[in-house]
């Protein structure tokens, strides 16, 4: 493991102007051990396997927490992310794809599953290619659609009834936006439900 050996290692110093240090000085130190003299590094390199999803290579990877979702497919950007803790799935929309898809999650361990499964946008009527920013509560999936181009582009909110596990077609409700007339644009990278 790399380290660095420090002689006259002074330990903990008031704290000073980074100007008046002296060599060997440092006004902090960061995810590092400052045992014995040295400096070593908490965490070391290690190297990740080529990692297989389904049983093709991934050729793509997203760090989830302390977990990482993979697919097989290119996938430019995950738009829509939600988690359902009911029924410990993950559910998130691709860009440019017409799915909403759905992966096995264990809150409590950060576990991911490793399979891929479509819940939405195989012949129930429901596009999910312009949805982003996901969030779910009281039985319903929230999200963002975003239509037009340029200026004339709009991000209106929208809710869908969430039963069984999915969503459901029909029930699809525009809650706010500059199509609802209220005033409100939904443009952003991320939504959540805050309790009161």
């Not at 927490?65 to 097989?72: G, I, N, P, T």
């Not at 950007?77 to 909403?100: A, N, P, W």
């Not at 869908?160 to 209220?182: E, R």
Request: contains cysteine.
């Amino acid at each position: 493991m790399p380290s660095i050996r420090i002689q006259n290692f002074g330990g903990i110093a008031p704290r000073m102007s980074a100007r008046l240090l002296a060599g060997g000085a440092a006004l902090r130190a960061e995810l590092t051990k400052l045992w014995s003299g040295e400096i070593r590094p908490f965490f070391v390199k290690v190297k990740v396997e080529t990692p297989l999803v389904q049983g093709c290579m991934a050729k793509t990877i997203y760090k989830f927490k302390d977990a990482w979702l993979s697919w097989c497919a290119d996938v430019d950007v995950v738009t829509g992310f939600t988690i359902d803790k009911g029924s410990e799935r993950l559910y998130y929309t691709v860009s440019g794809d017409t799915h909403m898809y759905y992966r096995y999650f264990e809150p409590e361990d950060n576990i991911i599953g490793a399979q891929t499964l479509t819940i939405s946008g195989n012949g129930d009527g429901l596009t999910w290619n312009t949805a982003s920013e996901m969030t779910m509560a009281n039985g319903k999936i929230y999200y963002v659609v975003t239509s037009g181009q340029g200026a004339n582009q709009q991000q209106n909110l929208w809710s869908i009834n969430f039963a069984g596990g999915k969503p459901v077609p029909g029930t699809q409700v525009l809650v706010s936006g500059p199509a609802k007339g209220d005033g409100q644009t939904w443009a952003g990278r991320g939504m959540f439900v805050l309790s009161s």
